[in-house]
C-alpha cells in the first residue's frame, strides 16, 4: 500500500499518504479522545458561570462583583494562548496538551477549597494558563491526522467535546448544586480531568506531521503511520518528508511568519472573527445564568432545561459546521452562521421567558453561535500550514480571550447599570454582525480563498 508513496530512493511522503487515507478505526479512536479533552476544557472554562449564584450567596457578595473572576479568567486565557503556541510548534502537540491538563486538573481540586472572591480569582488566573493549550492543541492534532477533504468536518466534531462540557455542566447546575453545593461541580471537574489525562497519556500518539517535520528518523513514525493504515508494508529503509520542502519564508519562526506579507491581512482579519465569537460565547456563558434566574425570574431547572437543548443543538452546529464549509466554502458558511447568531442571540431578550418558545429560541442561538465558534476554529486550521498551525490556532485563539475579557466586563456593566433583560441580548448580538463582516474579509484574502 505504501509503494505509491515512495519514489526513488526510498522518499515517503506523509502528507500524500495521510491525505489519501480513508476515514478508518485510527482516525475514530484519535478524534474520541480529543472530544474527550475538548469536553473536559468546555466543562472547567464554564464551570464558573454555572455555579456564579451559589458562589454569590456563599461568598455574601452581589453576582456582579464577581465580574472581575470571569475578566481575569479570560486574560489567563489570553496569556495562556500567546505562550501554548509557540511551545507547541517547539516541544510537541501531544506533550504540551499533556502538561496543560495535568496542571490545570490539580488547581481545579485546589478550587473546592476558596473561601473568598480574591482567592477564587487568583485560582482561576493561574487554571486559566493552562485551560488555553487544550484547544489549539487539539485542533492541531485532529488536522494533522485528517485527509485534507475531512479537515474542516474532522475539526469540528473534535469541537463538539467543548461544546459537550456545557451539556455536562447543565445537569451538574440542575442536580448536584442545590444538594451538594458549588464546590462538587469541581471535584466533578477534577475527577473527569484524572481520567482523561491518563487515557490521553496511554493512548494519545504525537502528530505524524510533527514527527517527521522534527526528525525525519524518528523510529516511532512508522508505530503512527500504522495506527492509520494497520496494513501499511515498510521495510525500514524509507526516508520520510513531509510535503515539499519548506521555503525560505515557512522556515521563519511560525511567531513572525504570521505577520508575512502573503499571511498578514488573513491573520488580522481571523483574529477579528474571533474576538467577536468569544466576546459572545464568554458573555452569555458567565451571565446567562444569573439573568434568567436573578432578572428573568426563572427556575433553575428551567435554565438547566433551556442549556441542555441549547447545548444539543450546539454539538449539531458544531459537527455539522465542517462539513457545509466543505460543502459550500468558508465564505458562505461562515457569515451564514454568524448571522443567525446575531438573530437568534438578540431574539432572547425578546421572547416570554417561561414560554414554549424560548426554548426553541435557545436551542437555534445555540446552534448558529456554536457553529460559528467552531467554524473559526476549523478555518484556523486551514488557513496556516503545519510549521505554524498550532501558533496561527493558539495566537488566533488569543485574540480570541481578548474578547472573552471584553464580554464579561460589559455583562456585569450591564447588569449593575440595570439594563433589562431584552438590552443585554441585543448588545450581546452586535459583535457577531461585526464577526460577520471579518469573516467576509477574510474570504477575499489569498489564504482565504485558498481555504474555501
Not at 479522545?33 to 472547567?44: E, F, Q
Not at 494533522?144 to 462540557?165: H, K, L, M, Q
Amino acid at each position: 500500500m505504501s509503494d505509491a508513496y515512495r519514489a526513488e530512493g526510498g522518499r515517503f511522503d506523509v502528507d500524500a499518504f495521510l491525505d489519501s487515507r480513508p476515514i478508518g478505526a485510527g482516525h475514530v479512536s484519535l478524534v474520541g479522545l480529543l472530544v474527550l479533552a475538548m469536553l473536559l476544557d468546555g466543562y472547567d472554562i464554564f464551570v464558573v458561570g454555572m455555579v456564579l449564584p451559589f458562589l454569590a450567596r456563599d461568598m455574601e457578595v452581589a453576582p456582579a462583583a464577581l465580574t472581575s473572576v470571569f475578566v481575569v479568567q479570560q486574560l489567563g486565557l489570553l496569556v495562556g494562548t500567546f505562550l501554548v503556541g509557540p511551545l507547541s510548534d517547539r516541544f510537541g502537540r501531544r506533550t504540551t496538551l499533556l502538561a496543560c491538563i495535568g496542571a490545570f486538573t490539580l488547581l481545579t481540586f485546589v478550587t473546592t477549597q476558596v473561601a473568598t472572591p480574591a482567592q477564587l480569582i487568583g485560582i482561576r488566573f493561574a487554571s486559566a494558563l493552562f485551560f488555553a493549550g487544550v484547544i489549539p492543541n487539539c485542533i492541531a492534532l485532529s488536522s494533522e491526522i485528517a485527509p485534507s477533504r475531512w479537515r474542516a468536518a474532522i475539526v469540528g466534531i473534535v469541537f463538539c467535546g467543548f461544546t459537550g462540557g456545557h451539556f455536562l455542566g447543565a445537569f451538574v447546575q440542575a442536580y448536584t448544586l442545590e444538594s451538594y453545593g458549588w464546590q462538587s461541580a469541581f471535584w466533578l471537574g477534577g475527577v473527569l480531568g484524572v481520567v482523561v489525562f491518563t487515557l490521553l497519556f496511554l493512548v494519545l500518539p504525537e502528530s505524524i506531521r510533527f514527527r517527521v517535520r522534527r526528525d525525519p528518523a524518528d523510529p516511532r513514525i512508522p508505530r503512527a503511520l500504522r495506527l492509520i493504515s494497520p496494513g501499511l508494508s515498510l521495510t525500514g529503509e524509507e526516508r520520510f518528508e513531509a510535503g515539499s520542502a519548506p521555503s525560505k519564508a515557512r522556515r521563519t519562526a511560525p511567531a513572525k511568519a504570521l505577520f508575512s506579507p502573503g499571511m498578514r491581512q488573513a491573520t488580522l482579519w481571523l483574529w477579528l472573527a474571533f474576538f467577536c465569537a468569544f466576546m459572545v460565547s464568554q458573555f452569555m456563558g458567565s451571565w446567562s445564568a444569573t439573568v434568567f434566574h436573578n432578572m428573568g425570574g426563572i427556575s433553575m431547572q428551567r435554565i438547566a432545561a433551556a442549556a441542555a437543548i441549547g447545548t444539543t443543538t450546539g454539538i449539531i452546529g458544531t459537527a455539522s459546521a465542517g462539513f457545509l464549509i466543505d460543502r459550500f466554502g468558508s465564505g458562505r458558511a461562515l457569515p451564514a452562521f454568524f448571522i443567525g447568531g446575531a438573530l437568534f442571540t438578540a431574539a432572547l431578550g425578546l421572547v416570554d421567558l417561561r414560554a414554549p418558545g424560548f426554548l426553541l429560541v435557545y436551542g437555534l442561538y445555540g446552534y448558529f453561535t456554536n457553529a460559528a465558534l467552531a467554524s473559526v476554529n476549523a478555518l484556523g486550521s486551514l488557513i496556516y500550514p503545519s510549521e505554524m498551525r498550532a501558533t496561527g490556532v493558539s495566537w488566533a485563539a488569543g485574540a480570541g480571550r481578548a474578547g472573552g475579557m471584553v464580554g464579561p466586563a460589559v455583562g456585569g456593566l450591564l447588569i449593575a447599570g440595570g439594563a433589562s433583560v431584552g438590552t443585554i441580548y441585543l448588545c450581546a448580538g452586535i459583535p457577531l454582525l461585526v464577526g460577520m463582516a471579518a469573516s467576509f474579509l477574510i474570504a477575499r484574502t489569498n489564504h482565504g480563498r485558498r481555504a474555501a
